[in-house]
């Protein structure tokens, strides 16, 4: 390449990786589990389920009252006036058919049965132009998530899944402050983005946007189809009555919307876990549902409230694949019964796995850095083909360049945790290795020198790099719940290292930094915040690395 193109540069390198340019299965299950290999069979296959998802279900436990409701409700809001005001104003502005359509590409969920069409997300592409639109409607449509729940971590503007991770964590050890029993639940909600139901939609969207806004989208959502592309042949065309499209520039806005009132109604009645005063009971992330609080009985009336919105939204919530975990502190007395969901008793389990995290009873850190490092092991595997082998492959600062991209991100994600020694020795040594296998370097190299020949920082630096980042998003963001958390924290938990905001302290303290309270006061640009965290870790790294250098030089 004649001049440096990163894009291109990280295209060659997924190219190379050990994964077959085609995921998918060459086997298809059909409805009578009939092994199908015909590509154009195939299609079909997929396009009957995915036509079959896209219509509405009426289940026995699906609150039939409260859909009735919703269309009389909306049926009144829009009186034949009003709708032939709406339809004069949108005269010239109705949604093209070419809008309305798109191809839908199964996509294969890792780890599962690529038989099977129910392991597979439909991904829709839309037309551009169409795309474009929606960008311009979005502008328009500014009170959509005006009230948002600051609960609701997913697909919001300075907000992430890890902050959403760490007021579970925060709950965690105020639980085990108070030396409280805890009750955590992890909800499955399946299909959740395939069975939004577009009248219930439409009904909240009413009192949401203005009235020719409304209309709009409306139309939008109204004689929608899908096309599967499976293995280049494409299936018939078929309507799409329910879900919001993934892909489509609304559908993570108009999902928020649509189950915003859950975490609100569980706060509004006080049920689940508190911080202090500051309710934390029900964090959520798009369809990642969380319901914590260390009393049994209310994990039980969070469970009906959930299960109750479920069958009023028309979704399904897997007591299989839901998990509750008990985390008992105090022996009680009272007779236990059965915790359930729906009719169904959850399933209780010692531990689960909530947006990638490891949640435990026991020993959560410790499977957590485990699962990491294997994890982390196996992306530098699939790496040994880009050149990430030593001896042969590439120079060791591009080497290091790639492993900061790929691996040093998985090895540390949902890592801002208190690490005891041991713990931290294990993330050390797997760091420390790969450095030294990419410069060739003999194992009784000191570690000073393999940091320094690649001018790499230790696996602690590049931990307190992102705690020090996360807790600049929190600083930066304009969620209260998260800021008030912090407050609590900080005043409460000042020297407890198991709380975040106190190791970001200390942390800050370390590399005489001001405190949090004063970046509070005058948070820098988030440019001029990384150049001077950048500048704190090279002094300090220098400084560590001479004092190891001059007691180990061999």
């Not at 690529?114 to 449509?141: H, Q």
């Not at 609701?152 to 965690?172: C, D, N, Y």
């Amino acid at each position: 390449m004649d001049t440096p193109d990163s894009k291109a540069f990280h295209r060659l390198i997924r190219r190379n990786k050990h994964e077959p340019k085609d995921a998918n299965s060459k086997v298809i299950k059909n409805e009578n589990e009939e092994e199908v290999m015909n590509p154009e069979e195939q299609s079909r296959i997929f396009a009957d389920y995915y036509e079959k998802l896209a219509v509405p279900s009426n289940e026995e436990h699906y609150d039939e009252d409260y859909l009735e409701e919703s269309k009389y409700r909306l049926d009144r809001s829009i009186s034949p006036n009003k709708l032939s005001l709406f339809n004069n104003i949108m005269q010239t502005g109705e949604i093209p058919k070419v809008f309305k359509t798109g191809i839908l590409t199964p996509v294969h969920r890792k780890g599962k049965d690529s038989t099977l069409p129910t392991n597979y997300r439909g991904i829709t592409v839309t037309s551009a132009l169409g795309k474009v639109f929606e960008y311009a409607l979005l502008d328009k449509m500014l009170d959509l998530n005006s009230n948002q729940s600051d609960l609701q971590f997913g697909f919001t503007q300075g907000l992430s899944p890890i902050m959403a991770a760490l007021i579970v964590s925060e709950g965690t050890v105020h639980a085990k402050q108070q030396n409280l029993n805890m009750f955590l639940a992890t909800l499955d909600s399946q299909k959740a983005f395939d069975v939004v139901h577009h009248m219930i939609l439409m009904e909240k969207l009413f009192y949401k946007l203005p009235a020719d806004i409304w209309r709009v989208v409306q139309d939008l959502y109204s004689n929608m189809s899908s096309t599967i592309k499976w293995n280049s042949h494409l299936s018939k065309q078929f309507s799409i009555n329910q879900r919001v499209r993934q892909g489509g520039v609304l559908s993570t806005h108009l999902y928020k919307l649509y189950i915003n009132e859950l975490p609100e109604e569980l706060e509004r009645r006080w049920l689940g876990l508190n911080t202090g005063l500051e309710y934390c009971g029900s964090p959520l992330c798009a369809d990642d549902i969380v319901l914590m609080t260390t009393d049994e009985t209310e994990i039980q009336a969070m469970l009906n409230i959930a299960y109750k919105f479920s069958c009023q939204h028309r979704y399904n919530i897997h007591p299989g694949k839901s998990t509750l975990i008990k985390t008992e502190r105090i022996k009680t007395s009272k007779q236990q019964h059965p915790i359930t969901l729906g009719e169904k008793p959850i399933k209780e389990d010692q531990q689960t796995t909530h947006l990638g995290i490891i949640r435990a009873s026991k020993n959560e850190t410790k499977l957590n850095i485990q699962e990491h490092v294997s994890v982390a092991r196996r992306t530098l595997y699939t790496l040994i083909p880009v050149g990430l082998n030593g001896q042969e492959g590439l120079n060791p600062i591009t080497a290091y360049k790639i492993y900061q991209a790929y691996v040093l991100p998985r090895l540390l994600y949902g890592l801002e945790v208190s690490l005891n020694a041991t713990q931290m020795s294990d993330l050390k040594q797997f760091h420390l290795k790969t450095l030294r296998c990419f410069q060739s370097l003999p194992i009784r190299t000191s570690s000073a020198a393999v940091y320094m020949l690649l001018g790499a920082f230790p696996i602690e630096a590049e931990l307190h790099k992102i705690q020090l980042s996360l807790l600049y998003s929190i600083l930066a963001s304009e969620n209260t719940k998260l800021k008030n958390v912090m407050e609590r924290q900080m005043t409460v938990n000042a020297g407890n290292s198991d709380s975040f905001f106190s190791r970001a302290q200390e942390i800050l303290n370390f590399y005489y930094l001001p405190s949090i309270a004063e970046f509070k006061e005058h948070l820098p640009y988030k440019s001029v915040g990384k150049k001077i965290l950048t500048g704190a870790l090279l002094i300090s790294g220098q400084t560590s690395y001479i004092k190891k250098w001059k007691k180990n030089p061999h």
